[in-house]
Nanobody, 124 residues
Framework: QVRLVESGGGLVQAGGSLRLSCAAS????????MGWFRQALGKEREFVAT????????DYRDSVKGRFTISRDNVKNTVSLQMNSLKPEDTAVYYC?????????????????WGQGTQVTVSS
């Protein structure tokens, strides 16, 4: 099994920045692509960003392009999400996810492992 633990969430004013991190442990050799998803109160979980197994391929939802950057360190078994120019509509619980597939994916059901989530709140 793989365990994912997120950190770095918090409260920030609109226009501010936060950096989320996710540490993987356990059978990390089975991890391929990784991603970040978010779920706002009363809404469905949605794709935010994904990165393929070697870090050379990334994809983002349109509303975060140019503001968020996903990266990974396969030596430390971590994936990060740098979030700049935050907006109140970015407020959500952010989840780290990992899949056994190599290519990046925006599809929630393609992910095999999930973290417990970290709250990000952006005040206006």
């Amino acid at each position: 099994q793989v365990r994912l633990v997120e950190s770095g969430g918090g409260l920030v004013q609109a226009g501010g920045s936060l950096r989320l991190s996710c540490a993987a442990s356990g059978r990390t050799f089975s991890i391929g692509a990784m991603g970040w998803f978010r779920q706002a109160l009363g809404k469905e979980r949605e794709f935010v960003a994904t990165i393929n197994w070697d870090g050379r391929g990334t994809d983002y939802r349109d509303s975060v392009k140019g503001r968020f950057t996903i990266s990974r360190d396969n030596v430390k078994n971590t994936v990060s999400l740098q979030m700049n120019s935050l907006k109140p509509e970015d407020t959500a619980v952010y989840y780290c996810a990992a899949t056994r597939g190599f290519g990046q994916s925006a599809i929630l059901s393609s992910y095999d492992y999930w973290g417990q989530g970290t709250q990000v709140t952006v005040s206006s």
